[in-house]
């Protein structure tokens, strides 16, 4: 190999980019476009499952994980101050429906009740 112009060739990587890629700009585009790693383990004996481990590795930005559908932080109430509201709003309105639910099934016996009674009685004729 001949030098000249006291420059020396180094082979470049991957096919000899002339744009060098720093740790920051390969973490912009993997959050950009989000990375997902996906890999079970299973630990067998005698072809009987003892364990099995689901692994899911999702690397995303906030942005591009909302855009996808992924947004557990927002409703869960060790990250976000606002799902412990949620939360306790969501047990309200559980118990306020078991409640109502209760109080509708005590005035629909109530009426059924009420309806023979009513039934058994002739409508007073007017007298003309």
């Known amino acids: 190999m001949t030098v000249v112009g006291g420059e020396s060739y180094a082979p ?11 740790l920051a ?17 299973q630990v067998n004996l005698l072809d009987i499952e003892l364990l099995t481990i689901k692994l899911r590795l999702v ?4 942005e591009t994980a909302k855009a996808v559908g ?6 869960d ?8 509201t949620l939360e306790r709003q969501d ?3 559980e118990l306020e429906n078991r409640e109502l639910r209760d109080r509708i099934a005590q005035l629909e016996a109530a009426n ?9 009685r002739e409508p007073k004729k007017e007298r003309s």
Do not use: C, F, M
């Open 12 to 22: 470049q990587p991957y096919g000899g980019g002339h744009h060098s890629t720093n």
């Open 59 to 62: 690397i995303a930005s906030l």
């Open 77 to 84: 109430p060790w990250l976000n101050s606002k799902a412990r």
């Open 91 to 93: 047990r309200d309105l």
């Open 112 to 120: 059924e009740r009420r309806q023979p009674i009513e039934r058994g």
């Open 25 to 41: 700009d390969i973490l912009e585009r993997v959050l950009d476009k989000g990375l997902v790693i996906a890999g079970d383990i």
């Open 70 to 75: 992924i947004d557990w932080w927002e409703t």
